[in-house]
């Protein structure tokens, strides 16, 4: 009986221990109004009254900045007026490039990246992607008379082709992992670099066959070559910040509605006639 005394006794004892030692629960975190997190940029950006926008001004036709009144044009640049005005505030566009536009985007200068952005495995690591709402893939785009002799990689790659490449991006990862007999040509200014090859100064780029489609009807002496059956697979989708699952969701619902609706077709008509 005295056994059974002193062994509750001791279990009472530390039961009144550890309920002491533990420490109280902590509260959960105070939601904004709707249930939103303080940290979403769905709260945060109607809060701030503008949407940041990375974006590269330098890929006709998702993004173009006029080098001489700093004016941006383009569809990704019309779409993010739209979605700004979707959280009721204005646009205001961050200019990037594509060496620096994950640096830039990590970094927090802007809330959202658009202009033909390539959905790749690398970027996925470091941000989130919306819904994909153009479909893509690399082509090759030359001068008219010479579009047959660059019809394939095979083709491109050889002793005396002079292969153009803007760096920072997708062309750029594309040509040094495919091009290896070649010249390859690295050249700064993506809005000056089909100059390069009309010039004689260059051949041949491998690029998006929505951008060689483009800048054939720019320059009549060059050829979008086989636009249609492109080397690679792509998707363009915007960049978002990793973690926001409330904001990625609500530009998911935005994308989704904008290439349904007519109105991503609607701005792209003026770049494809």
Known sequence: ??????????????ATVFATAAPAPTAPAKAAPGGHSQATLLDKVPRRGVLRVCTTGDYRPFTYRDPKTGAYTGIDIDMAKHLAAS???????????????????????????????????????KAYFSEPYVVDGKAPIARCADKDKYDSLVKIDQAGVRVIVNPGGTNEKFAKANIHKATLITHPDNNTIFDEIVAGRADVMITDESETKYQAKLHPELCAINPDKPFTF????????????????????????????????????????
């Open 87 to 125: 959280l009721g505030v204005k646009a205001d566009f961050v200019t990037t490039t594509w060496t620096k536009l994950m640096d830039d985007f990590t970094a927090g200068k802007c809330d959202i990246g658009m202009g033909g952005i390539s959905v790749t495995l690398a970027r996925a690591q």
């Open 234 to 273: 792509a998707e363009k989708a915007y960049l978002l910040p990793r973690g926001d699952e409330e904001f990625q969701e609500y530009i998911d619902q935005w994308v989704n509605l904008a290439t349904h609706d007519g109105t991503y077709k609607g701005f792209a008509a003026p770049w494809q006639s």
């Open 1 to 14: 009986m005295r056994r059974r005394t002193a062994v509750a006794a001791l279990a009472l004892t530390f």
